[in-house]
């Protein structure tokens, strides 16, 4: 039986390898970028909502997020060998959500008769933590989302976090990786290539899609102040557009957060129930961010049993 198991998903594995690759545009010289559909994980999710890449040095690559299923992360890599066969030295996720970290299982399998390496996966030091708890979940979730599109799937969790900061060399090309405090999630992490001046964010920056709360708002609201501050001339952030205007995006994601919680406290203050709360709260909001009646939601049931305590 396990065999056949076996022989099943190494063939469920050929298919999807076979699959077309992201389309990656080249947004500075060696920083390369597919831009995630906003889609809902509820309504025709297919795994490729997220923002991932790969940056190129001289003597190996880094891949920042890998997507929302084994077969987003091998149309990733594929994308990545049309442009170079550097090894893969690393495969770093800037936080543990599906739609960013599923795609890991196509980069740990290694393929020595092309001269690859097994890269080193890097995350936040919470992000084991965090996965071991929703693993579970997030797989069968997967399963009922995607159906035979789930394929090889798997969590595959970093062997090597950051507490702090850590630098990756690619040779000539150095990363500067930075955990942060609870924000976004208890486990997200930026990464800013020094050499083109361009930072990853992860999702502790949405533009265009509303930003969907996991974490901690004041420890979020504190990361984007320190965000801000950042010597980065461009910005990739975890959904939408790659910017310039850093500051901007970031003022347009405060000013939601800090109407969302301003509206709830009012709703509770008024003795609102979350039924009543969730169609008022940051309704002003609504015409300026996709998917917003499907995501605030989800945002006020988080909160509302937070703030009604404090």
Known sequence: ????????????????A??????????APGVYVHIGQHKDFEEGYDG??????????SDAVAVIDTGGSYAVGMALKRALRA????PIRYVINTHGHPDHVF???????????EGEERPRLVG???LPRFLALRGDAYVRNLKQQLGAGAGASRLVAPGETVQDRLTLDLGGRKLELRAWPKAHTDNDLSVFDAASGTLWTGDLLFIERTPAIDGDVQ???AAMDALDKMPAGRTIPGHGPVTRDRKAALARQR???ATLLHDVRASIRQGADMPATMATAAASERSRWQLFDIVNRRNVNLLYPILEWE
Do not use: K
């Not at 690759?21 to 947004?27: G, M, N």
């Not at 442009?83 to 550097?86: E, G, S, Y």
């Open 48 to 57: 490729d909502i997220a923002n991932v890449g790969f940056v190129v040095g």
């Open 83 to 86: 442009v170079t066969r550097l």
């Open 124 to 126: 936040h030091a919470t």
């Open 18 to 27: 076979a699959a077309a690759p992201l389309r990656v545009d080249q947004v």
């Open 255 to 257: 000013h939601y957060l």
């Open 103 to 113: 795609g890991n299982a196509a980069f740990i399998e290694a393929d020595p008769a």
């Open 1 to 16: 039986m396990r065999r056949l198991i076996h022989v099943a998903w190494l063939l469920a594995a050929a298919q999807l």
């Open 219 to 221: 420890g979020w609201l």
